[in-house]
């Protein structure tokens, strides 16, 4: 069961202290919980911050549906808020002072992949209910990448004789590979030919079976990971400049056992959409 505050109108000039906004709880044990601060609303706005710890998140389920007739401004007060629209695959992280917008109709699962606790200001305009959609049918099966944007990287590259393309964090292509929780993923280069993607995995976060029809290697950046291969069960633990190679077609796990975060590169010679199980 999940706490929902009171909303009381605001028609008139009013100062809201945190202190004074209502407590609350959003969601369900599927959808998982959200800690909330309701500030109001008006009769055009309404006012919410929530709060993520690292590695969780929700969804949609049941009448928690993350979706709305309503055009919402995200405003990240602290750490770092992932956005995931599990029917485009489409992924975008905003950091500390920046905004997400949001038009309506727009499905919002969120994920705290940072280290410290994310809050968040959520403002929508009008007031957000989903009763008024309760008759879209949740997607079934979340995608976890934009193809459109890996197609998209793909076409920048261009042929013989283009000089060499400069990819960081912020013309990378956000996704997420399927794990416990979530693994947040940036890809950098994806051609028929060669894909590069860095990793971010919290303590004892780790993902689900990865198999590729290609060779790939994992280069550990900071902290520990270990590989573990389906078939045979052997496990592989790499640290700082380790690499760890893995041949196309073997089933694999990656979990992150240490107590701080694992950040590691992935490279294989193929797409990297194609790395899904």
Known sequence: ??????????????????????????????????????????KELMMLSLTIKPGEGFRAYAEFRAYFASQLCLYVIEGQYTYQNPETGEVRTAQQGEILFFHEKLWNYGHNFGDKDVRILEIFSPPANAATLADTPIPEKEKFINQSALDHMKNLEGGEGHNPRLRNDQNAVESLIPGEPNIWTRVYASTDQIFMAKTSLLPSQYSKPIIAPYDMVIYTIAGQIEVVIERTGEKLSAEKADIIFIPANEAYMIINNSNGMSVNLVAGSGSFSSIYA
Request: charged share 25%.
């Open 1 to 42: 069961m999940s706490d929902r505050p009171e909303r009381i109108p605001l028609n008139e000039p009013t100062l809201i202290r945190e202190t004074d906004a209502i407590k609350g709880m959003w969601g369900n044990e599927i959808s998982k919980f959200v800690p909330t601060l309701f500030y109001g609303l008006s």
